[in-house]
């Protein structure tokens, strides 16, 4: 511990600590701009500086480490008129466009003008004039002339990303925060920036000119789009949802958001989102009642009787949700008939040590296993960015490569011609690695069921191995913990399907799920919602599979009720109603609550507890069939899915195309080009889609992108061989 | 006896005196008084000289209104017809005469001298949504439409 004094006050903190921080701790507030917790000490802005015993000048304390005896001084009148300097300094080419500034009232040159600023500027010559409203990327708009040019943006980028795509250009009055070459800041993080910029030079497009901060009412919630569950605030003006912002929760998110949970809040407000029951009349959804809706429910579920019941989904619904879900099937309907699963994934709960998030900070290796975290948990990806700058390896094992050259990958060329498996290729990693008992971060995508088996294995070769599985919805992890897995003699969704398809399934219930777009037998999925007798379908937007409902049931949205669910970690996530829900729309669990008593069920608090399901209920998929020459592989992207992104209007600039990626060599074999229009036929199906090339995916494989709902890559079969022709583009005439 | 009746004759004679002497009242509806120049009745939202509007939608009116008054959504310029100079203005601007208690904070606040307070005092209506003013009648028309 090093003693130090500041204002006269006596305090040891440990080695290392920064004057600023040790100040801080004694509730002396020492002014910054650059400074911010996640990022290294800069000294950029000046605001911070602070007298200290036998130094000849002033210091800057966001980068000062405590040495013994030091006396700091804060509160002196040469360290106050310092900070009537900077700020009169920082304001001097500063527009004080406050009203105009969507900062204005949360700013922080403003906040500290106000307390620390002189009344009047001693400059009286023009201002510099630089950009202003400049586009910086799809979701950000840029102010040169309000940049304090703190650097709090581009460090995000270079320490936090290690991307540099945001540096200083220019030199001295001429200073301006850029992109690399003026290309848009697309990062799917790019976000992050704004929440960090102290001034309003980085502001959000989708808030632009929405609110003033006074206007605002917020709550502290988590983002439901993806499995990481990361801690947000969500502001709302008037009942409108209009912003969301990260919130520091150490061991989940440290403050950073992903672009697609930042701005895909607009599906809320969606005119497309239902907003009564509809059920099918002559052929016809028709708006109707919730009495009338509820009851048409109610009487099929009794006269299909317990075993031709289904239940699909959950990982959508809050925990409090999924066992009123559970309650409902298993003791109201008496049905063991009930998934949450309605992909690939078989399973999000680990059946070895579960990992942390904080894990992946400590391990000694990382293992990603068909999954690409930078689509499917952006927030997680960080860290492993992180783990790779401090020189941890990284193996991915899947069809591309995500971190480029110079990291290790096990590319399907390897496996799945003389093997057949990525479980195989699992094995092999694992008898490399066995013996040294290292702390392993496997993060893996829940598909697969031969690497189930091999997981199962790690746990005797590497004890300290932690699995962390991306679940596939968000909830997936709370829903199978409260039951919703098939019980003894349950169907599985793809047995449900297949009973759907035969006949031998009366009514079939999707909650919160969209087979149609992520069952991967595209054809057995459609087959069984068109045959099945009655299907409800209850979602925020008609879906694909909507489309044959019987009974179409709408929902409040995750920003309208209160709740709490489990992120990948098994981590209790609060959820916080922002705005009520739209006028007569009762949230999952008023429905479930309203079935159940119907039912002649009863809602006691608590309900009973689930039954512990078997571990990773048998899920089973069609094997993919041994192919030669060039096999369909899919991923899973960040913006796919149809509902909640297609839905938000700030999302629309990076929706992705219909694309298929292939190695270099196979498209130059193949004489094609990238950008060129081609024909991918599988079987019976064909899909229309642009080529791009990359020697990040494996030679032999067709990338293709999942749940695309103007492409579907579920009408093609995962590892089939594929045949690209040609479309012939059609002459446009000038 | 004559105790009672002196104020009595005292208050008459008062009467009788303001009674010709020059009135003070005037015949409302007929005949309309002048209001000094600073007298604060209805809001306006002025333009520039060159007849774009001063409002830039910050909002500032609102927030110093004592009584919660004024609503404003902003909302951005099309860069190729423009509200206002810059790349904001004032999409909504109501005024709730109801709630209003012509304190003048508003001009106060406003940065732009978009909103000032009016001598035009005439608000009475039979019904109460009128009486939420909306920005087609708190702008001044432009001049051409004026004429």
């Known amino acids: ?734 | 006896m004559s105790e009672p009746v002196t104020p009595l004759v005292k208050g008459l004679f008062i009467t009788l005196r303001y009674l010709f002497q020059k009135k003070v009242t005037v015949q409302y509806p007929e005949q309309k008084r002048t209001y000094p120049e600073r007298f604060r009745g209805r809001h306006q939202l002025t333009r520039h000289a060159d007849g774009s509007e001063r409002c830039v939608g910050c909002e500032l009116c609102a927030q110093a209104c004592p009584s919660g008054a004024i609503r404003v959504v902003a909302a951005e310029n099309d860069p190729d017809h423009p509200h206002s100079p810059g790349e904001r203005y004032g999409a909504t601007y109501e005024v709730n005469m109801i709630r209003c208690i012509f304190c003048g904070f508003c001009q106060e606040a406003c940065p732009t001298g978009a909103v000032v307070l009016t001598p035009f005092n005439e608000l009475a209506e039979y019904r109460r949504d009128p009486l939420t003013y909306e920005k087609p009648r708190l702008l001044v028309p432009r001049k051409e439409e004026a004429r």
């Open chain 1, 1 to 734: 511990m090093i003693n130090l004094t500041i204002d006269g006050r006596q305090t040891s903190v440990p080695e290392g600590t920064l004057v600023l921080h040790a100040a801080r701790e004694l509730g002396i507030d020492i002014p910054t701009f650059c400074h911010h917790a996640r990022l290294l000490p800069f000294g950029a802005c000046r605001m911070c500086l602070v007298e200290i015993e036998k130094a000849p000048k002033l210091q800057t304390a966001c980068t000062t480490v405590v040495s013994e005896g030091m006396v700091v001084r804060t509160d002196t009148e040469q360290v106050r008129l310092t900070r009537q300097s900077v700020l009169e300094f920082l304001l001097a080419n500063h527009p004080l466009d406050c009203p105009v500034c969507d900062k204005g009232g949360e700013c922080e040159l403003q906040d500290l003008t106000h307390r620390w600023g002189a009344p009047a500027s001693q400059f009286r010559e023009a201002k510099n004039r630089k950009g202003k409203a400049l586009p910086f990327g799809p979701f950000i708009v840029m102010d040169e002339e309000r940049c304090i040019l703190c650097q709090r943006c581009v460090r995000f980028d270079q320490e936090v990303l290690g991307e540099g795509g945001i540096g200083l250009m220019g030199r001295g009055f001429r200073t301006r925060v850029g992109t690399f070459q003026g290309r848009p800041y697309d990062t799917p993080f790019s976000g992050n920036v704004v929440d960090l910029c102290p001034v309003g030079a980085l502001t959000s497009r989708p808030y632009r000119f929405r609110a003033r901060p006074w206007d605002l009412t917020s709550v502290a919630s988590t983002c439901l789009h993806c499995s990481v569950g990361c801690a947000a605030r969500l502001d709302a003006r008037e009942n409108h949802w209009v912003r969301l912002r990260g919130a520091d929760d150490p061991a989940v998110n440290q403050g950073w958001l992903c672009d697609r949970g930042r701005y895909g809040f607009g599906f809320a407000a969606s005119p497309e989102r239902l907003t009564a029951p509809q059920l099918r009349r002559g052929g016809k959804l028709a708006a109707t009642s919730w009495e009338e809706a509820l009851d048409r429910v109610v009487q099929a579920l009794r006269e299909a009787g317990p075993d031709r019941v289904g239940i699909i989904g959950g990982g959508r619904l809050t925990d409090q949700e999924a066992a009123l879900l559970h309650h409902l099937g298993r003791q109201v309907l008496g049905t063991a008939h009930l998934d949450r699963r309605a992909g690939r994934q078989l399973t999000a709960t680990p059946h070895l040590a579960g990992g942390t998030l904080e894990d992946l900070d400590r391990a000694a290796h990382i293992v990603l296993i068909g999954c690409d975290p930078e689509e499917t948990a952006p927030v997680l990806a960080l860290r492993v960015r992180q783990a790779l700058r401090r020189g941890t390896p990284v193996t991915e094992l899947g069809p591309w490569q995500t971190y480029g050259p110079g990291h290790a990958w096990i590319p399907p060329s390897r496996w799945l011609p003389a093997v057949g498996s990525t479980a195989t290729a699992l094995a092999g990693l694992r008898e490399e690695l066995a013996g040294q008992d290292q702390p392993v971060v496997l993060v893996w995508s829940g598909e697969d069921a031969a690497v189930h088996d091999e997981l199962a294995r790690w746990r005797q070769a590497m004890p300290g191995a932690r699995l962390l599985i991306v679940g596939d919805q968000p909830n997936a992890r709370g829903a199978e913990a409260a039951g919703l897995l098939p019980g003894s003699g349950g169907r599985s969704t793809p047995e449900l399907l297949a009973a759907a398809a035969a006949g031998d399934l009366q009514v079939l219930y999707l909650v919160g799920v969209n087979p149609a777009l992520s069952f991967p037998d595209g054809a057995l999925v459609r087959e069984a919602l068109e045959k099945v007798p009655f299907l409800v379908v209850q979602d925020l937007f008609a879906t694909e599979s909507a489309r044959s409902a019987h009974a179409l049931l709408p929902v409040a949205a995750w920003s309208e009720k209160t709740g709490s669910w489990s992120n990948l970690e098994g981590r209790h996530r609060p959820l916080a109603a922002l705005t009520p829900a739209p006028e007569n729309l009762p949230d999952d669990g008023g429905i479930f609550r309203e079935l159940i008593r119907r039912l002649g069920g009863e809602v006691s608090a608590p309900l009973p507890a689930p039954a512990p399901p078997a571990a990773a209920a048998a899920y089973p998929l069609s094997t993919p069939p041994a192919a030669e020459g060039l096999r369909v592989a899919t991923v899973e992207l960040t913006y796919s899915g149809g509902g909640t992104v297609l839905h938000a209007p700030a999302l629309s600039p990076v929706l992705p195309e219909a694309w298929v990626t292939l190695h270099p060599e196979e498209a130059a074999r193949r004489d094609l080009a990238p950008g060129q229009v081609v024909e991918l036929s599988c079987g019976d199906s064909r899909l229309t889609l642009s080529v791009r090339t990359s020697a990040q995916v494996a030679p032999g494989l067709a990338l293709v992108p999942r749940r695309l709902p103007h492409s579907p890559d579920n009408l093609l079969t995962e590892g089939a061989a594929v045949a690209l022709t040609p479309v012939p583009r059609k002459e446009v005439l000038p």
